[in-house]
């Protein structure tokens, strides 16, 4: 393709509930925003998610709420979709389990299987002999084998290691934790990791640069050991049915489903976007431009970044990801989000009582980066008011003030201060350093400097030129303050206006109690 496009993925949510603050602000809202600088500045660019309708965790979930995972994953998709309409999270593709996808899952699967890049292997997993069931993921929890956390099979949440369902300590059913469980080998299709490990190494060596410093630890630690091989398809029933002769009954990993649906979600989402395209990975051949950007919570750093990568060394030909950045936990009261325990806030219910533009500040200046941090509501409403909603209004009634005066000059002064303004927010936004924190930190500091700003008739003009552009230069956050005042959110890489005519600006509404 001819010209380049820039793909944000976060990966899918399970469709098991709404998404909450915790989702929210770690990848969901930090894809949003880097969606919207690249396009502010100029760039094709896409944003991707969805639901994942696969895991098995839908099912324990159903039956803990006493639903069908079917009419479960129908809900929770349209809750989520509401959600993020709601935090003004614009999504290009939101792709769920359609005739499509499970035909792009099939297709991956099977040319690695055609191509023998798949390996059958007996791998250990717990068995409920009761139920005459294997366990895995959410069917079973035991002590993570690298951190000691408890914690279901399959990635634990503590460290982010992959654990196979048989290296769990001490396994026990989900469902009957008393019922006596046993390991037994099963034939199942494998990819051998540890082959790809010299090109793995290779590429996560010329990425480091871009690595947060727990998935650099993280990918250092995995490598430092042989690469275990990691299942592709499982001896259970819910998922898409693997169609390989050697594992009959058996169906697709749902965590290996990651890239088949990241090129899912970036065919949907060009062709929502005007694209018509010749085949369904055509964005993803190595020779099409496209740059594709992850973000995504650590815990998922390993089906994505580590297996997902492999496989596509494995295919040959893809281009491979360019950056994976990733967040850590975000807490509710300083206890981490919990769905089962009701200790929640959903995205949606917050957004109907506080202005969007106030939560997706707040979110910014507190997400979880590189530690986890917390939310509370009297934070929210203390932080939004102080910095940003109190300080925003005093400088509209300044503006209000010289309104009606026509045009006025701007000076070279005030240019190249905006200039140097657009810098500080360029190095919070551009990749390969985005971060929310440090965009959120710019727009305390540029706000609080126009608020003390003494505006005399000398520098009027000058006053209004800057509040428009620190106005452009946070309207990724505040989308809808800057929809109000601006004709448009495109960002001047250099602010060179010689005059500008002053407009009445909307004011803020605090976060309330």
């Not at 469902?175 to 990791?193: H, I, K, N």
């Not at 489903?257 to 990975?281: F, N, Q």
Request: net charge negative; proline share 7%; glycine share 8%.
């Amino acid at each position: 393709m001819a010209r380049e496009r820039l793909m944000v993925m976060s990966p899918a949510p399970t469709a098991n509930g709404d998404l909450h603050l915790g989702h929210v602000a770690g990848p969901f809202l930090a894809a949003d925003v880097c969606t919207r600088y690249a396009r502010a500045t100029g760039h094709d660019a896409m944003f991707g998610t969805g639901m994942h309708f696969t895991q098995n965790y839908i099912v324990t979930a159903a039956r803990r709420l006493g639903t069908s995972p079917e009419e479960l994953r129908l809900r929770s998709a349209d809750e989520v979709a509401a959600t993020l309409a709601a935090l003004g999270i614009g999504v290009d593709a939101f792709g769920c389990v359609d005739d499509r996808f499970v035909k792009m899952v099939l297709n991956f699967y099977d040319r690695l299987h055609r191509d023998g890049k798949l390996r059958l292997k007996a791998v250990p997993f717990p068995y409920l002999p009761s139920t005459g069931e294997y366990l895995t993921d959410s069917y079973v929890r035991g002590g993570c084998p690298y951190c000691l956390a408890d914690g279901c099979a399959g990635l634990c949440e503590n460290c982010a290691h992959p654990v196979l369902p048989g290296e769990l300590i001490d396994p026990r059913s989900t469902a009957d934790p008393a019922a006596p469980v046993e390991l037994r080998d099963v034939d199942v299709l494998v990819l051998p990791l540890e082959e790809y490990r010299e090109e793995l190494v290779a590429y996560f060596d010329r990425i480091r640069p871009t690595m947060r410093p727990r998935l650099a630890r993280l990918i250092d630690d995995m490598l430092s050991r042989p690469l275990a091989d990691f299942p592709v398809t499982q001896p259970i029933s819910w998922g898409i049915p693997a169609p390989f002769a050697e594992t009959p009954g058996q169906v697709i990993y749902a965590d290996l489903e990651g890239m088949p649906w990241s090129m899912y979600c970036t065919a949907t989402a060009a062709e929502s976007r005007g694209a018509v395209l010749g085949d369904d990975d055509e964005l993803w051949h190595a020779d099409s431009g496209t740059r594709v950007v992850y973000f995504l919570g650590l815990d998922a750093s390993f089906p994505f970044a580590v297996v997902g990568v492999a496989m596509l060394l494995a295919h040959g030909g893809y281009l491979l990801p360019e950056q994976w950045i990733t967040n850590e936990f975000y807490e509710l009261d300083n206890e981490k989000f919990s769905t089962s325990r009701g200790h929640v806030v959903s995205g949606r219910e917050l957004a109907a009582e506080v202005p969007r533009d106030l939560i997706r500040f707040y979110l910014s200046a507190t997400g979880p980066e590189f530690q986890r941090t917390n939310f509370t509501r009297a934070a929210l409403t203390k932080v939004a008011g102080t910095r940003l909603v109190e300080p925003w209004n005093r400088v509209v009634s300044k503006v209000d003030e010289i309104v009606g005066l026509g045009a006025l000059p701007v000076s070279e002064r005030s240019r190249s201060a905006a200039g140097r303004m657009v810098a500080q927010f360029t190095a919070a936004f551009e990749l390969p350093g985005f971060s929310l924190a440090a965009a959120a930190f710019a727009l305390v500091e540029q706000l609080a400097r126009l608020d003390r700003w003494p505006v005399g008739s000398d520098d009027a003009g000058d006053f209004c030129h800057e509040v428009e552009v620190f106005l452009r230069c946070a309207a990724p956050i505040l989308i809808d303050l800057a929809a109000k005042a601006l004709p448009d959110t495109a960002i001047p890489l250099r602010p060179d206006a010689v005059e500008v005519v002053p407009a009445r600006l909307p004011r803020l509404t605090g976060a309330g109690s």
